[in-house]
């Protein structure tokens, strides 16, 4: 899956563009391996040095949802 996000209020970044590959590590294991990739521009050096924060929880809230989805 890719996505860009077009607008992003209150954010401290501009321009992310993120890549989600989801992959089978062994068919009769049932897990996986999510490989996250993407780019972006930092606002200023103060959103640089928060901006890990803030793709964490994003990322965070993506594979929470990726298990909900899978689990049903």
Same mark, same amino acid.
């Not at 209150?10 to 501009?14: A, I």
């Not at 049932?30 to 490989?35: A, D, G, L, Y």
């Not at 924060?53 to 964490?56: F, T």
């Given at each position: 899956m890719t996505y860009k996000v077009t607008s992003a209020p *209150?954010?401290?970044?501009?321009g992310l563009v *993120?890549?989600? *590959?989801?992959n089978l590590i062994k068919a009769d294991d049932?897990?996986?391996?999510?490989?996250f990739t993407g780019s972006f521009d930092a606002l200023d050096d103060g959103a640089r040095n928060n901006l890990g924060?803030?793709? =964490?929880d994003a990322y965070e809230g993506l594979l929470k949802g990726l298990k909900? =989805?899978?689990?049903k």
């Open positions: *209150n954010t401290p970044f501009e *993120n890549k989600v *590959n989801v049932k897990r996986c391996m999510v490989e924060k803030s793709l =964490l909900n =989805l899978h689990e």
